[in-house]
């Protein structure tokens, strides 16, 4: 089988009007996620959330087995694996300390010099294959599931123009308005043709895929939302390599197949993502009026009401039976000393006050159910963040 020669090119014409559409409300969505009105603290925490997500995902597609979980663990230095587990950890952490080298790059004109350094970060204290150095170009031949490479004495050459395409890529005073959606384009595309011109001996895919995220952050895309294509990427791993394959087994492909399957899966991941955000706004705004509304009706009941409300509204995906929350250790605590009478009170005071509702309850249910009942918070929502 020849070597692959990529064709570093890109016609938007050649776009399907699926991707139009897609493209259209990528952009959109993306412009209310920046204008959402959110708390620094939820934020961050939404941040953090998405980077164990990104590099979770990014990780386990080249193998990694750990848990999302553990990835945040790891990352919060709150754990350390076995000894034998060692690499997995040292995989995750490489991809945050190469994250940062990314995020500090934003402004500069892509390089080699920049690929390679964050490829070095990737690889940092893993044992590579035979003749692999971190973060330098490879001097050997590569056969990739299947897919021949460039030979190595053309990878600096096509790395080099491959740079040179990217910088000069769609040109932001020709394309006023629509910045976001060429950004997801070129995001795509550099992922594509760095993977194809598989510059180094080993992190190829990682390194694609942190330029992905860094294309989408430099446009001014939230960092939340950057690695959401790595996410999408990992969901749907056989496709994925197999739209890689696409590209160069087809007379005819080019990048235009891989392009809609990413925007398809972009499009779904943000539809998520702005849910996720959306129940975090109404939950503050649920949270500012109970502290507001109690403050105005200053007594020790009220407080105790209000902390049972604010249980609740913590754990409003749960549908509590009466008498699993009241012994709840934090309910218990809240009612120390007291019988379940004042509790049973409260509850029905909040009711009457519309925080809380009793849904319609099963036949094979002896007691009723308590949830939060977000009604009549919905309406204090800018309409175009609501997803209720």
Not at 94 to 112: G, M, Q, W, Y
Not at 323 to 340: S, V
Request: aromatic share 10%; proline share 4%.
């Amino acid at each position: 089988m020849p070597n692959y020669q990529p064709n570093i090119s890109f016609d938007l014409q050649k776009l399907d009007k699926k991707d139009w559409f897609l493209l259209g409300e990528i952009q959109s969505k993306i412009k209310h996620l920046c204008m959402t009105p959110l708390d620094e603290t939820i934020r961050e925490e939404l941040s953090a959330v998405f980077l164990s997500k990104g590099i979770n995902a990014t990780t386990a597609i080249e193998g990694n087995t750990l848990t999302e979980q553990q990835v945040r663990e790891i990352i919060n230095q709150q754990s350390t694996l076995r000894s034998s587990q060692h690499y997995l950890q040292q995989e995750v952490f490489n991809i945050e300390v190469a994250l940062k080298k990314v995020r500090s790059s934003l402004s500069e004109p892509l390089t080699p010099k920049l690929i390679s350094q964050w490829n070095e970060a990737v690889l940092s204290d893993l044992a590579l294959p035979e003749g692999c150095v971190a973060g330098e170009i490879r001097q050997y031949g590569v056969v990739v599931g299947g897919y021949c490479p460039p030979e190595a004495v053309d990878c600096s050459r096509l790395l080099q123009d491959f740079c040179d395409f990217y910088n000069g890529f769609f040109s932001t005073e020709q394309n006023t308005g629509y910045e976001l959606a060429l950004a997801v384009i070129k995001a795509i595309l550099a992922h594509v043709f760095l993977v194809l011109i598989h510059p180094f001996g080993d992190g190829n895919g990682r390194t694609s895929r942190l330029l992905e995220t860094r294309t989408l952050m430099s446009a001014g895309i939230p960092f939340m939302s950057s690695q959401l294509l790595s996410n999408f990427y990992n969901k749907t791993r056989t496709k994925y390599v197999h739209e890689l394959s696409r590209i160069w087994q087809s007379e005819d492909s080019h990048v235009y197949h891989f392009i809609s399957y990413a925007l398809e899966g972009l499009a779904d991941e943000i539809r998520d993502q702005i849910t996720i955000v959306n129940e975090q706004v109404i939950l503050k705004v649920v949270e500012n009026d109970l502290y507001t509304y109690f403050k105005n009706h200053p007594s020790s009941t009220a407080d105790r009401k209000r902390d049972l409300c604010l249980f609740i509204l913590k754990h409003w995906k749960t549908l509590f039976s009466m008498d699993a929350l009241f012994k709840e250790p934090t309910i218990q605590q809240l009612y120390y000393g007291k019988t379940k009478r004042p509790f049973s009170s409260d509850l029905s005071a909040l009711m009457g006050l519309g925080y809380l509702q009793v849904p319609n309850v099963k036949a094979n249910q002896t007691e009723s159910t308590v949830t939060f009942d977000f009604s009549k918070w919905i309406e204090k929502l800018p309409e175009a963040h609501s997803v209720f």
